[in-house]
C-alpha cells in the first residue's frame, strides 16, 4: 500500500471459485449502486482497477426505453408536453 492509500477506507471481498464477487450493502450503498443498477471497473496498471457505478450516458435511445413495457398507458404528444412543462415548472 502506498502512502496516499494509508487514509483509503478499504473493503476486503472474497472471490468465488466462479470468479464472482459479493459486494456487501454497506460497499454498495457508498457507491451509490442499486439492485440492478450497473458497475464500472476500470483496469489500471500494477494490477489495480477503479470501480464506480456506471451512469446513464443520457442519449434518447436510453431515455425511451426507460419505462418500456411498464404501462400500458399510451401519451399523446400534447400529454407529454403538458407534463414536461409542469416538472420544468417544479410542479408534480
Not at 450503498?29 to 500494477?46: D, M, R
Request: glycine letters at 14%; charged letters at 25%.
Amino acid at each position: 500500500m502506498s502512502k496516499d492509500d494509508e487514509s483509503i477506507d478499504m473493503a476486503t471481498l472474497t472471490v468465488t471459485a466462479k470468479g464472482q464477487v459479493t459486494f456487501r450493502k454497506d460497499v454498495l450503498q457508498h457507491l451509490g449502486i442499486k439492485p440492478g443498477e450497473k458497475i464500472e471497473l476500470a483496469l489500471l496498471p500494477n494490477g489495480r482497477g477503479l470501480l464506480k457505478a456506471a451512469r446513464p450516458s443520457g442519449t434518447i435511445e436510453g431515455f425511451v426505453g426507460l419505462l418500456a413495457g411498464r404501462t400500458k398507458k399510451v401519451a399523446t404528444l400534447k400529454e407529454i408536453g403538458d407534463a414536461t412543462a409542469q416538472g420544468w415548472a417544479g410542479q408534480e
